[in-house]
């Protein structure tokens, strides 16, 4: 028996659907640029992002750190696409240089694994922790 074509649900809401292609392409330019704009990059694991002593290092690093949370695969994505994410971790540099925006950004891509951020900053590791 033919299925019924009155028989449709039809949503009554009226909320438009995020555009997420393009908020991940902002996302991916946003990541590209901090790359060119700061020297430093840092790989950070946080548990909670949305917790007040994140929203306080944030204070305290505004104008010399820029952190990035979203998915790994867009982040890596910026930093080097998936061929040379791939190519790093089995470290075949030369496969790997291929899909980079900057030399050795698929070595980092590679390590986004769990709970992590991006931290691109004006100041080393030493200063930042402090």
């Known amino acids: 028996m033919p299925k019924s074509k009155r ?8 909320t438009q659907k995020r555009a997420t292609r393009d908020a991940k392409a902002s996302l991916i330019e946003r990541i590209r640029d901090a790359v060119d704009a700061y020297p430093f990059l840092h790989l950070i ?15 305290d690093l ?3 750190a820029r952190f990035f949370f979203g ?5 890596a994505r ?8 791939a190519a790093a971790a089995a470290n075949d540099d030369q496969n790997a240089a291929a899909g980079e925006y900057r030399p ?15 931290c691109f900053a004006t100041v080393d590791a030493k200063e930042l922790q402090e």
């Open 45 to 59: 694991s946080v548990s909670s992002m949305r917790n007040a002593s994140m929203q306080r290092v944030r204070e």
């Open 104 to 118: 050795s950004l698929a070595r980092v891509a590679a390590l986004l694994r769990g709970p992590v951020g991006v």
């Open 71 to 75: 998915k790994n695969r867009v982040v």
């Open 7 to 14: 028989n449709k649900v039809v949503s009554l809401t009226r």
């Open 78 to 85: 910026a930093l080097a696409d998936r061929n040379a994410a």
């Open 62 to 64: 505004k104008g010399r």
